[in-house]
């Protein structure tokens, strides 16, 4: 058990609608990292947030946001969806503190979207 | 352009054989990491690495930062290892990080 939760584990939903994907991080790592796994583009980050500030950003698309809350836990906000959104959505924590490059990173067991 | 670039993609083993899976990649990194990701889709962290070499039960993972390059080694493999392994370069400083994903390797080991 990785200690990051990530919920739903499934959702179902249609072209054009807003889903809310939330992750808990591991107790006390205040780096959340959100990326996005597809069959046809592999693995990719999509954002960085450290102790409620972004800080990083990938290949993430303006139709989708993210946030990190004061509790630490975050969501990742997809909006317009796109058949092509359909993927599995992970993020990972990592960083107890201090600089986060060189922490180690753990996973959550995702969020599977597929978007009719 | 892939910043990260895996091989083989498809690896097909016998019981007991010792694996070898590589990544080569064009960036600055401040860490490398390689994952492993079952079939049920869950990802695993097995190892970080910036320089020389870890080990961690049959599992050894190399990086040569002069050459851009690691390795993964799998000693006497059995079909639980039986897995796609992904390398994933960590770039940035501080509390910033991108990261780039190779396209993984599918191992499957046959008993």
């Known amino acids: 058990d990785s200690g990051v939760t990530q919920t739903p584990k499934h959702l179902i939903t249609a072209t054009g609608q807003r889903v809310t994907l939330r992750c808990s991080p591991r107790s006390g790592d205040l780096s959340v990292y959100w990326y996005q796994q597809s069959l046809d583009q592999g693995l990719q980050f999509l954002i960085q947030?450290?102790?409620?500030?972004?800080?990083a950003k990938g290949n993430i698309l303006e139709r989708f946001s993210a946030q990190q809350f004061p509790d630490l836990h975050s969501e990742l906000n997809l909006s317009s969806l796109e058949l092509g959104d359909s993927a599995l959505y992970f993020c990972a924590s990592s960083a107890t503190q201090g600089v986060s490059y060189n922490s180690p990173l753990h996973f959550g067991n995702g969020t599977r979207l597929t978007v009719t | 352009k892939n910043e990260v670039e895996q091989s083989p993609q498809n690896l097909t083993a016998q019981e007991g054989e010792f694996i070898t899976i590589n990544c080569s990649y064009s960036?600055?990194?401040?860490?490398l990491h390689w994952l492993q990701q079952h079939p049920g889709g869950g990802i695993v962290s097995l190892f970080m690495l910036s320089s020389g070499k870890k080990k961690h039960g049959r599992l050894i993972a190399t990086i040569n930062i002069q050459e851009k390059h690691s390795s993964l080694h799998i000693t006497a493999s059995h079909p639980r290892d039986s897995a796609v392994y992904i390398c994933?370069?960590?770039?940035?400083?501080?509390?910033?990080?991108?990261?780039?994903f190779g396209t993984g390797t599918s191992l499957t080991v046959i008993p």
């Open positions: 947030y450290y102790n409620g500030e972004e800080r």
């Open positions: 960036v600055g990194i401040s860490a």
């Open positions: 994933a370069v960590r770039s940035g400083s501080g509390t910033g990080n991108q990261f780039y």
